[in-house]
Each structure stands twice: as structure tokens, then as C-alpha cells.
């Protein structure tokens, strides 16, 4: 690298570095940072300090004085009579050879075990919006007059009480959702019992630790929530998949002998597939809870969204011997940003779960709170989700009829009564994956169902389909063009085939 070169390096990153520190001071950072990625290699000579400030349009001196912090700091040398050099044998820590390969984004060797496993998962998208992401709600029609007259009345009652910790959550919106609850999913039960937190994943990772040891076993549904998935593994727990059949979730006699500590489900509208857990499993999974010591948490995350008969009653609301701890989000039904969740848990785990949630995570955000409690209490809660309902089976009608009439013999449709998705499973064996890869780069997205599997050997290929963020003007236009990549890529599998 020669003197002109450094000096367009030095100039490039200069200047595209705008800051209000002194220009002597941002020139030693970008020297020095410069050597130690690599963009100055070691042993190179750098330009005299006069070039490199004709240059940059500097006086010679500030050139001078980054040299000289530079030099004191052991990052240059002087050779007498030649000139000043990067030293040749800088050792710097993570510093890449010349020719070497790069390094992957995160060196494993920087992580736990069970850092590694949740890196590797990779089930977690940079798209979180637009045609077809699933789980994303529409957010231009939420009523933000009101919620912004909510949060400003506490804001401006100055409540110091407000910005403090909220042990549980705050007291009146545990008490509104204690009487909701016992209103729509037949939960009798008392504001102590309610428990607020940051989103689904947090209260998942403290009935985790709670409940269970390292080791223990998870029973999850197959497929699945790869969220809960991740968190249950993360905390040391034992993920083991359990088939569904029409039916839902269907232990067998085999699968009790090694019984679990914990069973994560979604039995009143099963994600993905929108099974309702029978009665009868529902009433055997309640007994067998009972006979082996296990916890059943019961994930009822979008039940409010049901488009036709009315929300089945809810596994907790059945429970007499308290084995269930019950799920619920406002993700959905408000919008995901509010990041608020709550746990009904029976009387017995009242002051544990209390105690863990002030310990391991000190809940606050109660300006939220308070707001969301008037919201609900007022009868807007009940309003915007009518609502919603209305535009989402508006939206899930268009885009099923599309692919109906588009690509009926080609998909098998699951569930669809109830949420924010459509899952189709494809009729031909298609890797999903590369398909999903193919619409993205196309602009619509859609969820490939082999990620809901936690056993590779039983995974099916489909697609999970998010129509709830998506206008109506839009749903047509993105319907079509998932058609042309489902098109193509099971006629080019027909083809294969034939081939073979």
C-alpha cells in the first residue's frame, strides 16, 4: 500500500465521520482504528505529515500530534532518517492475517454451548411487516386518539408511583384482567393471580426456572412455537416433540413413561395449524398432569381472534387440581411494540412467582399499564377488537380464496378459524426453504413450516401465511406473485421427478 492510497483510506474515513471532537483527536482515532482492523496493514510506512495534511486539508501540526499519540502509545515507530512505519510486529487482539479466510459473524468460540445453540437457530427474521409475515397485526387501524389521550392523562398527573417497579404489574390492570378473563375464557380467579411481564418470552423463561431444573423434560407440540422453543431451551431444559393428530397434542402411553416436568401448548387454537384440542385430551392431559407432577402451560395467544363460533373454554378454567398456568399477549390483539404479558397462576404459585419476577426481572412500564387498564375498563379494548375482527376475516377470505382458486390441488389448507395466519401444507415433497427464499427475494414473505418442527424427521413442508398487516389493495398483487414461485417451483419438482 503506498502513500497516496493511506492517504485516500485516511481521507475517506475522516470525513465520513463527522463528529464535534477536535480534528487532531478524530484523526488519532481514525489512524488508529484503521490499524487496528487491518485497513493499514503493520510494517507499512505511513506518508510524511506534511503529504498526508496537504491531503486532508489540515495544518501539518495535527497531523504531527496524532503521530506523536500514536507513536507514544506503541502503535508507530520511527526508522531514523526514513520515516515513520506501522509497527511490524503489532500483536492485535482478533486481527485478521492478510489472506486469511474470514472469520464468521460471531466466532464460536466466543460463546457458551448454549450461546451457540440459539445462534444456530436462525428462526428469527429481519422482516417483521408486510405480505406475508405471520403473527404481525394491523396497526393502521388502532384507535390512537384514545391511546394517546390514556397515556397522556398519566403522564401529565405527574404520579411518581408510575415510574417506580410494579411487583405483578399494576394493581387496577391485574384486577380488569382478572373479571376479563372470567367474563370470556371462564378463569376464576383474583388479581393476585394475574402476573404482567415483557412479552410472552419473559413469562416462558420464568415458569422455566421456576418449575424446572436443568435437564428436565419440555413436551412441545409437533410442529410447533419455535419461540417458546428457544427460551424453554436456552434455560437448560430438555425439548421433546409430541405428534399432533386431529385431535391436537397426542401423548401416547410410551411417551408417559418418561413423563415431562412441563408441557407448552396452545389447545384452544394450536399454532400453526389451528387445531382446538379435544375435550377428551384435554381432560386426560389434566389428569395425567396430576398422576406425574407436571405443569401444563397453556399458550392462548390469539383465542380473542376467533372469526366464527364462539372461543372454546379454556384448559385452566377445567383445571381442579391447579396444574395450569394460562398464557395470554396483547401483541396480537393491541400492537407488538407494547411488549406486554401475563400469567394466571394458580393460588399455590402466587408469592413464587411474585417473588422471581421482582428478583430476576423488575417489571415497570406502568404509565402503560395504568392506560391500558382505562383502555379496557372504558370498553375500547372490546370495540377495537370487534373490529379487527371484522377486517381480518375480510383479509383471510381474500387471500384464501386467491390461493384456492390459484393453486387448489397443489395445497392442503390447516386450521384458519381463528389468529393471524393461514398454514398450507404442500401436496408434492418440496423442500419449503428454498421456495420461501425464492418469494422473499420477490418481496413477499412467508414462514416455511418445516421451522416449526423440532424433530427434522417428521417435518412437512408448507408455508404459514400472515394476512393481518396486509391492505386489502395490497393482498391481490402479493398473492400473485406467491403463486408464480409456488408455480414454478412444483413444476420444476414435477420435472425432477420425471427425470428420476
Not at 475522516?14 to 488508529?32: F, N
Not at 395425567?288 to 383465542?303: M, S, T, V
Not at 372454546?312 to 395450569?324: C, H, K, N, P
Request: glycine fraction near 8%; proline fraction near 6%.
Amino acid at each position: 500500500m503506498d502513500a497516496e492510497l493511506v492517504c485516500e483510506l485516511i481521507a475517506q474515513r475522516l470525513w465520513s465521520q463527522p463528529g464535534a471532537s477536535l480534528l487532531k483527536t478524530r484523526l488519532y482515532l481514525v489512524l488508529r482504528q484503521a490499524i487496528l482492523d487491518g485497513g493499514i496493514p503493520t510494517g507499512i510506512k505511513l506518508p510524511p505529515s506534511r503529504m498526508l495534511a496537504d491531503a486532508l486539508s489540515l495544518g501539518r501540526n495535527t497531523v504531527v500530534r496524532a503521530y506523536d499519540q500514536l507513536l507514544v502509545e506503541g502503535y508507530l515507530e520511527t526508522r531514523v532518517g526514513d520515516g515513520t512505519y506501522v509497527v511490524e510486529s503489532l500483536a492485535v487482539p482478533g486481527r485478521r492475517a492478510a489472506g486469511a479466510p474470514p472469520r464468521p459473524a460471531v466466532a464460536p468460540d466466543l460463546l457458551s454451548l448454549r450461546g451457540r445453540r440459539i445462534a444456530s437457530m436462525g428462526t428469527s427474521s429481519s422482516v417483521q411487516h408486510g405480505a406475508f409475515m405471520p403473527g404481525i397485526p394491523d396497526t393502521e387501524h388502532f384507535p390512537f386518539a384514545t391511546w394517546r389521550r390514556l397515556l397522556s392523562k398519566y403522564v401529565r398527573r405527574e404520579q411518581s408511583h408510575l415510574l417506580n417497579y410494579g411487583v405483578g404489574g399494576f394493581g387496577p390492570l391485574r384486577a380488569e384482567l382478572a373479571d376479563y378473563l372470567r367474563a370470556t375464557r371462564l378463569i376464576q380467579c383474583e388479581p393476585r393471580q394475574v402476573m404482567i411481564f415483557n412479552g410472552t418470552h419473559q413469562a416462558i423463561d420464568l415458569c422455566a426456572r421456576l418449575l424446572c431444573d436443568a435437564g428436565d423434560r419440555v413436551w412441545m407440540e409437533e410442529p410447533g412455537y419455535w419461540g417458546a422453543r428457544t427460551v424453554l431451551q436456552a434455560a437448560g431444559l430438555q425439548a421433546e416433540p409430541i405428534a399432533l393428530d386431529d385431535k391436537g397434542i397426542a401423548p401416547t402411553e410410551a411417551d408417559w413413561e418418561c413423563p415431562p416436568r412441563l408441557v407448552f401448548m396452545s389447545p384452544s387454537s394450536q399454532y400453526p395449524t389451528g387445531i382446538v384440542l379435544s375435550l377428551e385430551r384435554r381432560l386426560e392431559l389434566l389428569a395425567k398432569a396430576r398422576e406425574h407432577n407436571a405443569w401444563l402451560i397453556e399458550d392462548d395467544y390469539d383465542n380473542e381472534l376467533r372469526y366464527h363460533n364462539r372461543p372454546v373454554a379454556s384448559l385452566f378454567g377445567l383445571d381442579g387440581a391447579e396444574r395450569v398456568i394460562y398464557l395470554g399477549t396483547f401483541s396480537k390483539v393491541m400492537y407488538p411494540g407494547l411488549r406486554l404479558a401475563y400469567l394466571v397462576v394458580p393460588p399455590a404459585l402466587v408469592d413464587a412467582f411474585a417473588a422471581g419476577n421482582a428478583e430476576m426481572y423488575r417489571e415497570g412500564r406502568l404509565t402503560e399499564q395504568a392506560a391500558l387498564a382505562e383502555f379496557i375498563a372504558e370498553g375500547h379494548f372490546a370495540a377495537h377488537l370487534k373490529r379487527m375482527r371484522a377486517i381480518y376475516r375480510e383479509r383471510r377470505d381474500a387471500l384464501r380464496d386467491i390461493l384456492g382458486e390459484r393453486l387448489g390441488e397443489a395445497l392442503t389448507a390447516s386450521g384458519g378459524d381463528a389468529g393471524l395466519h393461514l398454514l398450507y401444507y404442500f401436496n408434492q415433497a418440496v423442500p419449503d426453504a428454498p421456495l420461501a427464499a425464492a418469494s422473499m427475494a420477490r418481496g413477499v414473505v412467508f414462514r416455511p413450516l418445516s421451522i416449526y418442527y423440532l424433530d427434522p424427521a417428521r417435518a412437512r413442508s408448507g408455508m404459514n401465511l400472515g394476512y393481518a398487516c396486509v391492505p386489502m389493495a395490497r393482498i391481490g398483487p402479493a398473492a400473485d406473485i406467491l403463486c408464480q414461485v409456488l408455480e414454478q417451483g412444483f413444476a420444476d419438482a414435477g420435472r425432477s421427478g420425471a427425470r428420476g
